[in-house]
């Protein structure tokens, strides 16, 4: 369960009767007074919230940080990295996003790309914060603090030239089988960014430009996958593998 900082007042918290937290605390969770659960600051501390009142008029309670900057470290951030996503249509993304912040992505950089319609970044779901509850909510999923970083370029080219020195990997139909990673050094240390294509796909001059930027082509399998749902499995790969 996430807090804004600035819903706290000192340790304390107040949560009114619609707040959905308050709702899933009184008729999901059942929770009573002395009761805690897992919460923590939004790109802060992870910590515990232990209820001290509950009400049909609300919740209030006290948000304590966790003592052990180890066990701290652990829920403030999930697996890391960024990936590059040419844009899909809105509405897909709008689902997908609460998806790639429960992985605990550092980063996602959406970009116009050859095949997808300019208007998709058009669409309203890019005003500023207008996607933040569902950066929570699936932060809150995944079982830490960090928000990803969320940035849009008009195009791949512009996407690329805020790339900075990382390990680079393209989901491409026709590269080399994801265990081939690991014989990368840079997999295993360093930041990694992992490039997946618009729903129609990266053009083949896009597709050079990325190989040319220094992406890696690996292919998910046989099947044409979905944007995002290669999405949601390249960076799942990579951490695997980094964590051998």
Not at 58 to 65: K, L, Q, R, S, W
Not at 200 to 210: H, K, N, P, V, Y
């Amino acid at each position: 369960m996430l807090f804004e900082a600035e819903e706290l007042q000192g340790v304390r918290v107040a949560l009114g009767p619609r707040d959905r937290r308050a709702l899933h605390l009184r008729d999901v969770l059942r929770s009573g007074i002395g009761d805690s659960v897992r919460a923590g600051i939004v790109n802060g501390p992870a910590g515990v919230f232990r209820v001290l009142s509950i009400a049909r008029e609300g919740v209030a309670g006290e948000f304590t940080p966790c003592e052990s900057a180890e066990k701290s470290d652990v829920y403030t951030a999930g697996i890391g990295g960024t990936l590059l996503l040419g844009a899909v249509r809105p509405i897909v993304f709008k689902r997908l996003v609460k998806d790639l912040s429960t992985l605990g992505l550092a980063r996602i950089m959406v970009c116009a790309a050859d095949l997808t319609e300019r208007s998709y970044l058009s669409a309203s779901i890019w005003e500023r914060d207008a996607l933040r509850d569902r950066l929570i909510a699936g932060a809150e999923q995944g079982g830490h603090t960090r928000l990803p970083g969320l940035a849009v370029y008009r195009s791949l080219t512009d996407a690329l030239d805020d790339v900075s020195d990382h390990f680079r990997i393209l989901a491409d139909q026709d590269g080399v089988p994801p265990a081939t990673i690991p014989c990368h050094a840079e997999a295993a240390s360093g930041d990694w960014i992992a490039a997946v294509g618009p729903e129609r796909g990266f053009s083949d001059r896009e597709r050079c430009a990325l190989i040319a930027g220094g992406f890696q082509p690996v292919s998910l399998g046989p099947s044409i996958l979905r944007s995002e749902v290669a999405a949601q499995a390249l960076p799942l790969i990579i951490h695997a593998f980094r964590k051998q």
